[in-house]
Nanobody, 119 residues
Framework: QVQLVESGGGLVQPGGSLKLSCAAS????????MAWYRQAPGKQRELVAV???????NYADSVKGRFTISRDNAKNTAELQMNSLKPEDTAVYYC?????????????WGQGTLVTVSS
């Protein structure tokens, strides 16, 4: 069973920083693209940032210049460094990964971690 486990959410004041982590575990051949999504109350889930296996990144316009996605291919982990946080960044953040396993390709989601930006 391949799974993703997120950590690092919590309450932070506007202007503050928070780092989210995501770790893939299980019988994994290769972790391909990894991404962070978020879903705010009453809204649809949206893509926040994505990083390919080669390290190319892309960001939602709303977080460009504030958030940074990174990964460690040796550890099958990804991180999302979030700076200059705003109340509108409040959401449940989900890690997503395209994982190649011995039994085939898997599109895997984490359970989500809540980020609340409030004074």
């Amino acid at each position: 069973q391949v799974q993703l486990v997120e950590s690092g959410g919590g309450l932070v004041q506007p202007g503050g920083s928070l780092k989210l982590s995501c770790a893939a575990s299980g019988i994994i051949y290769k972790v391909n693209t990894m991404a962070w999504y978020r879903q705010a109350p009453g809204k649809q889930r949206e893509l926040v940032a994505v990083i390919t296996g080669g390290g190319s990144t892309n960001y939602a316009d709303s977080v460009k210049g504030r958030f940074t996605i990174s990964r460690d291919n040796a550890k099958n982990t990804a991180e999302l460094q979030m700076n200059s946080l705003k109340p509108e960044d409040t959401a449940v953040y989900y890690c997503n990964a395209a994982i190649s396993t011995l039994s085939g390709y898997r599109d895997v989601w984490g359970q989500g971690t809540l980020v609340t930006v409030s004074s």
